[in-house]
């Protein structure tokens, strides 16, 4: 739903300025909305007091909303910038900057969560930690040593290195594919 309106408000700035927009300024448009939709979804789930530590499914919306985000800048740079054709390096590359960027504003936003707005969430994070490796089996000792290493890794700086890298890879892995059905080339 913050998609299409974002979609619409792009397309809507777009149509109104003639200028072409180069690709990175194409994809800082894309990424910053995209960034604000995923930025937006997580502050209500935090709002809502939904755990989502516990339920992991919650995370892949946000890969859903960097698709859409990816898919639709894209197609706008090809459409908009291109004059409606473009290889799949052009759109590799537009999507892939698009992904970056976004990964920057995530990553920005994952350490005001940790470090200002939810502060709890590391012990949440732990705990859910505890109780999966509780599950597992673990108990004494093994227990022990597995929440002592868990502990050293699950901090701000930690989580949001693993926030940039993470949707990096994934961010490049998705636009291969997003790449083959956006690219129009010239007969």
Do not use: H
């Not at 946000?62 to 990816?70: E, M, Q, T």
């Not at 970056?100 to 005001?112: G, K, N, S």
């Not at 939810?118 to 040593?145: C, F, H, P, W």
């Amino acid at each position: 739903m913050f998609t299409i309106f974002a979609y619409i408000l792009i397309n809507k700035n777009t149509e109104m300025t003639e200028q072409k927009t180069s690709m990175t300024q194409n994809a800082i448009n894309y990424s910053l909305v995209t960034g604000v939709i995923i930025i937006i979804f997580s502050l209500l789930l935090f709002i809502l007091d939904v755990d989502m530590y516990a339920n992991r499914s919650l995370g892949y919306v946000n890969y859903i909303i960097l698709i859409v985000g990816i898919f639709l800048g894209s197609k706008a740079y090809r459409n908009n910038t291109l004059g409606g054709y473009a290889t799949y390096g052009e759109v590799y590359g537009a999507g892939f900057l698009i992904v970056v960027f976004t990964a920057i504003v995530v990553t920005i936003y994952t350490y005001l969560y940790f470090t200002v707005i939810n502060t709890d969430a590391i012990s949440d994070i732990l705990r859910v930690t505890e109780q999966a490796m509780y599950d597992k089996g673990l108990d004494g000792e093994q227990l022990d040593t597995a929440l002592a290493v868990s502990k050293k890794f699950v901090n701000p700086i930690v989580l949001c290195l693993s926030t940039l890298f993470g949707f990096i890879i994934w961010g490049a892995i998705i636009t291969v594919v997003i790449s083959f059905f956006v690219k129009k080339e010239q007969n």
